[in-house]
């Protein structure tokens, strides 16, 4: 897709989306927001942050991510391990 399709496709100029891409201008939340919105483009979340955050903030927001994930695995595990219920002792031999 090229600037002035996805540019159109947002509703925005294509000169300011070309600023955008090239680091001249800050987007928008408007244009954050629409980008999100639209699952048809094949952008990972990273690549949606090189995008649009100047590239210390992404950096940042990119560890601050993955330590998030990280966390919320933790907590998936121990939520996993408190359903799971431990074996009962055996009572064979306690007669």
């Known amino acids: 897709m090229s600037l002035?399709?996805?540019?159109a496709d947002l509703g925005v100029s294509h000169v300011y989306l070309g600023n955008v891409v090239r680091g001249q201008r800050a987007a928008s939340a408007k244009l954050k927001?629409?980008?999100w919105g639209r699952q048809k483009y094949d952008l990972?979340?990273?690549q949606m942050l090189e995008l649009l955050l100047p590239d210390d903030i992404a950096d940042e927001f990119h560890?601050?991510?993955?330590e998030r994930g990280k966390a919320r695995a933790q907590k998936a595990?121990?939520?996993s391990?408190?359903?799971?219920?431990?074996?009962?002792p055996s009572t064979e031999g306690d007669e």
């Open 4 to 7: 002035r399709e996805l540019a």
């Open 33 to 35: 927001i629409k980008i």
């Open 44 to 46: 990972t979340r990273e």
């Open 63 to 66: 560890a601050f991510e993955i």
């Open 77 to 79: 595990i121990a939520k």
């Open 81 to 88: 391990a408190k359903k799971t219920p431990e074996p009962k």
